[in-house]
């Protein structure tokens, strides 16, 4: 018999034990969620949190709380009897209106109120939401629009005013991310060669794979510096393509001496020795 005992299992127990360890992790991903970035950013840059991305933790917030009202729902049903007797008189035994439960309805209706008229407090943390939320936000990585991951090729190429959809493609081209088609979304063509949009669109500006500054604004010395090149060879290289140039102008201006986009200039330079 008391093996048996020992054998059976404890619904109560489960119930209540599956309460708390919900309500631990719903309490955890909530907290993670109130400080995570608007998804225009955290999309665009590729954000995470100790390896999750916010639509990961956004998942598993849902799911804790799923679990925790349906555990809620079990354990009211276990404990009903407690549960009623917190709405009636100890001493006559029969519903009144006891201070307890009074004053728990009375902060909830405060805490409704004052969140939807929004007065401080209550506006206060959300504004102090707010601002961390969009303190994530770096005008480096800023897209051209909201939620440009979700574009094709040609589609965010056109929000750019300075550079074409052919550049575009030739500048990833020179970084070795072949577009097949240039009607690929871009969010899925960055998860492809296992990038961040945010950086996928740096490459195709004509920036450089690690994030540094844009191509154009570079001084041939800086460039040359990037990618190991010498100087004194690049000159050589770019004059003998007919272009003008010194080590400590700019990339964009040698660019526009003659007339072109400086993607050509990261042609003429990339080009191997003969």
């Known amino acids: 018999m008391e093996t048996n005992a020992k054998k059976r299992f404890h619904w109560r127990s489960f119930v209540s034990v599956l309460t708390a360890f919900s309500f ?72 009144s209106l006891r201070p307890e439960w009074a004053m728990a309805l009375f902060i909830c209706v405060v805490v409704c109120v004052g969140a939807i008229v929004n007065i401080v407090p209550f506006s206060t943390l959300l504004a102090w ?8 936000d770096s005008p480096l ?14 589609e965010l190429a056109q ?21 097949k088609s240039p009607d690929v979304v ?34 041939l010395k800086q460039y040359c510096e990037q990618i190991n090149l010498d100087v004194d060879e690049a000159v050589k290289k770019l004059k003998d393509a007919g272009f003008t140039a010194k080590p400590e102008i700019t990339i964009r201006n040698i660019a526009d001496s003659a007339g072109v986009h400086p993607s050509e200039i990261r042609t003429v330079l990339n080009q191997p020795n003969p």
């Open 24 to 95: 631990i992790g719903l309490t955890f991903t909530g907290i993670i969620l109130f400080f995570v970035p608007p998804g225009r950013i955290a999309n665009w840059t590729g954000w995470t949190l100790l390896a999750l991305t916010k639509d990961q933790w956004i998942a598993l917030h849902d799911w804790f709380a799923v679990i925790f009202v349906v555990t809620a729902v079990f354990h009211l049903y276990f404990n009903l009897k407690p549960f009623i007797s917190y709405f009636k008189s100890k001493a006559t035994k029969i519903f």
């Open 129 to 136: 939401n707010e601002s961390i939320k969009y303190s994530w």
């Open 141 to 154: 990585q800023q897209a051209p629009i909201p939620h440009a991951e979700l574009l094709t090729v040609t």
């Open 159 to 179: 929000q750019v005013s300075d550079v074409d959809l052919e550049t575009m493609l030739a500048n990833l081209k020179m970084q070795g991310i072949e577009v």
């Open 186 to 219: 871009v969010g899925e063509l960055a998860q492809s060669v296992n990038m961040t949009p945010a950086q996928l669109y740096q490459i195709a500006l004509g920036q450089s794979r690690t994030g540094g500054r844009r191509f154009g604004r570079m001084t």
